[in-house]
């Protein structure tokens, strides 16, 4: 995805800073997938790591204050993706803190009650200071940087300066390896269960193994940890929850993956025309956990591979429709 950054009179804009997140099924977004900031000519240019719509936003401070652009629904292979920035409605600003200020601390603002994804983002400079222009809403503001617990808190216009002190995280580390043949398994994505629901965060603690199928945490909040992982068609869980303290990370956690099941289908309006972008997720009632996602193609037709062999629910969301939902046997 690439595209230009320019104000409402078609000035380009060089120094904004990019977030990208992928909406969800239920309307709010797991985190930022990428921040960016635009170069010379206002030119802005992203890898995301998967196909569908974005929700992308920029914001820049400029002479005289603070511009804020939306776009709710780019390609993931769009080119030419124009953000228009307009003069923000208020303005957040703070400092991000650990032992001393964090430079690079990312702040993320989600809007209450918002539509698709809606997160705008920044990332605090080598003071640890940040600044976001928000368009008229009520937010939630999240703080978070590599080695500390993320934060968050409500926001107002009237809340200025609004100011993060964050503590260390707690460690864990593991290897994801196949059940049946004991060999590590690349690139799964691991989910970090709060069993005591001590972590402060929307998005739940997520990451990815190596290579060599090697996965680590280092900002969970102290609590006590299920873990759980996802490879291609496979699905596994670590045997027991174990407790995660500052001063006594956990180590050689083993998470067995066995393959899982696959849904495919098709979905189409009550005129059978297929409805392409419909975002599709496996919900599975009172338990957490990394339940696949995916979009129809042109054609409306999806696949979800992976999951898990229990009852679960299958939720249907497009733009312009009524949600849906299937129960699986």
């Given at each position: 995805m690439e595209g230009v950054v320019v104000d409402?009179?078609?000035?380009?804009?060089?120094?904004a800073i990019i977030a990208a997140s992928k909406p969800t099924v239920d309307g709010?977004?797991?985190?930022?997938?990428?921040?960016?900031?635009?170069s010379s000519g206002g030119h802005f240019q992203w890898a995301p790591p998967e196909d569908g719509l974005w929700f992308v936003t920029a914001t820049a401070a400029v002479e005289g204050g603070v511009l804020v652009g939306i776009v709710e629904a780019a390609e993931s292979g769009d080119r030419?993706?124009?953000?228009?920035?307009r003069s923000a409605a208020y303005v957040v600003r703070g400092t991000v803190r650990g032992e001393g200020p964090i430079p690079g601390a990312s702040v993320r603002a989600v809007r209450e009650g918002g539509s698709r994804g809606a997160i705008i983002a920044t990332i605090a400079d080598d003071h640890g200071e940040y600044l976001l222009?928000?368009?008229?809403?009520?937010?939630?503001?999240?703080a978070s940087a590599p080695g500390f617990q993320s934060k968050k808190r409500p926001v107002s216009p009237s809340d200025v300066p609004v100011d993060f002190d964050l503590e260390r995280g707690a460690k864990a580390s593991g290897v994801v390896v196949?059940?049946?043949?004991?060999?590590?398994?690349?690139f799964a994505q691991v989910q970090a269960n709060d069993v005591l629901g001590q972590r402060r965060s929307w998005a739940p603690a997520l990451t990815f193994a190596d290579r060599e199928g090697r996965f680590s945490f280092d900002t969970l909040a102290p609590s006590e940890y299920r873990f759980q992982a996802r490879g291609v068609q496979l699905l596994g869980y670590s045997e027991q929850s174990e407790i995660a303290t500052i001063s006594s990370p956990l180590q050689e956690i083993v998470i067995?993956?066995?393959?899982?099941?696959?849904?495919?289908?098709r979905v189409r309006d009550r005129e059978g025309r297929p409805i392409p972008h419909a975002s599709l997720s496996v919900w599975r009632e009172g338990a957490e956990g990394i339940d696949p996602e995916t979009t129809t193609s042109a054609d409306g037709s999806f696949t979800l591979s992976g999951v898990a062999p229990w009852k679960a629910r299958l939720s249907i969301n497009a733009r312009?429709?009524?949600?849906q939902g299937r129960t699986s046997p």
């Open positions: 409402e009179s078609g000035r380009t804009i060089d120094g709010t977004s797991l985190d930022v997938a990428a921040i960016a900031r635009s030419a993706v124009s953000i228009v920035m222009g928000l368009p008229p809403r009520s937010y939630t503001i999240e196949s059940g049946k043949t004991g060999k590590p398994v690349p067995e993956c066995w393959p899982g099941r696959v849904v495919a289908g312009g429709y009524v949600s």
